[in-house]
């Protein structure tokens, strides 16, 4: 048997303490050794190696280092470029929280120590692991037009970055998957209410291929949400990400062609759609999944890339490539900033009609 995979995670909140959770419940079956919580904060840390029955470490250098294979990064976003730059250049494999950095050169610097070194660099967006998106995308061919929505109330963490870098930045890596196409234009509005950081947001992402996505996001929001809507070449495709439930329409050729017109019909015909038109020329089928833990399954596939060679689900790259978006996002909503002082009291979500009629 070979050796453990010795792995230790930095940052003892509430995200690190699930991640230590999940360690704990697979080190025998995935052969780890969890080394312990690194946390300069002496209450945080005391608490999580209490929880998780660790040793705790005050940081990197307190005897680590030389000691451990791989490292789960659930710190503040601001400390993710010089922590993985640390473990990425001595060859620790390194499982970076969302987002992968605050801005596309500290990512950059991530991803270049992870090809130097041929340590894993893998970021820890959750969603690609959920069965209804992973369903979804075996019926999604070509996508031409997608809307997400992602709202949730204030938590009062990850207060560090705005609701781009927080929440949006799970619907930009999703989009990015689907759409096989560079972004040509960016268009953004949002206003920060509470944190110092934009909290509600609204983007639209333009493709070279002419694919649009309009994505919304709100951390200040009374109904939670995570859906995903997307048109594409032949089908209609809806995802519910918080009940994992995958909708889709596959609209008869007759459809597709331009073949079928209800004003052409004769009146036989037109009584029987009538009543079954969804049926016949929009079918549609829809599958719901049992609940599964995301990050357990995020933290096989760390493990398994280790051992086996292989790339990640969601590399470093794809973690850059959603930073990279985030930050024209970001600039677009900074440079709209004067326009949206002309607004009265702004509701939950803005439109970028509102913006374009303001101006």
């Known amino acids: 048997m070979s050796n453990p995979i010795r792995i230790v995670v930095i940052g003892a909140g509430k995200l690190g303490t699930f991640h230590g959770q999940k360690i704990r419940a697979l080190e025998d079956e995935l052969n780890l050794e969890f080394a312990g919580v690194v946390d300069p904060s002496e209450s945080q840390r005391v608490a999580a190696c209490r929880k998780l029955q660790c040793r705790g470490f005050a940081d990197l250098y307190d005897g680590l280092l030389n000691n451990i294979d791989a490292a789960v990064v659930a710190a503040p976003t601001p400390l993710h470029r010089d922590l993985g ?18 801005s596309s050169d500290q990512s950059d610097d991530m ?38 929505k992602r709202a949730s109330g204030f938590t009062f963490r990850s207060t560090d970055v705005g609701v781009t870098l927080d929440l949006l930045i799970h619907d930009i890596d999703l989009v990015l998957t689907l759409v096989n196409s560079p972004v040509s234009h960016v268009d953004a509005i949002g206003r920060t209410l509470v944190s110092g950081h934009e909290d509600i947001v609204q983007a639209r992402l ?17 109904t939670p949400s995570r859906s995903m809507e997307v048109w594409s070449e032949d089908s209609f495709t809806e995802i519910d990400f918080a009940n994992r439930v995958m909708t889709c329409v596959h609209p008869d050729e007759q459809v597709l062609c331009g073949d079928f017109d209800v004003n052409r019909l004769d009146k036989e015909d037109l009584t029987y759609f009538q009543n079954n038109l969804m049926e016949e020329m929009l079918p549609q089928m829809s599958r719901s999944f049992a609940s599964v833990d995301a990050l357990e399954l995020e ?30 996002i970001i600039n677009s909503i900074k440079r709209n900033q004067q326009v949206l002082h002309r607004f009265a009291p702004m509701p939950e979500i803005f439109r970028i009609e509102d913006y374009r009629k303001a101006v």
Do not use: W
């Open 85 to 102: 730059v640390t473990l990425l250049s001595r060859g620790i494999h390194t499982l970076m929280e969302k987002p992968l950095a605050i």
């Open 111 to 148: 991803l270049n120590e992870s090809r130097k070194s041929g340590a894993i660099l893998q970021v820890g967006h959750v969603e690609r692991f959920n069965p209804a998106f992973t369903e979804a995308q075996k019926h999604i061919n070509q996508p031409r037009y997608i809307h997400s």
């Open 206 to 222: 333009t493709f070279e291929n002419d694919c649009v996505a309009d994505l919304e996001a709100s951390r200040i929001s009374r």
């Open 299 to 328: 933290m096989r596939d760390f493990v398994r890339s280790i051992v086996s060679g292989r790339a990640p689900r969601v590399t470093g790259q794809a973690g850059a490539s959603a930073v990279v978006v985030a930050e024209k």
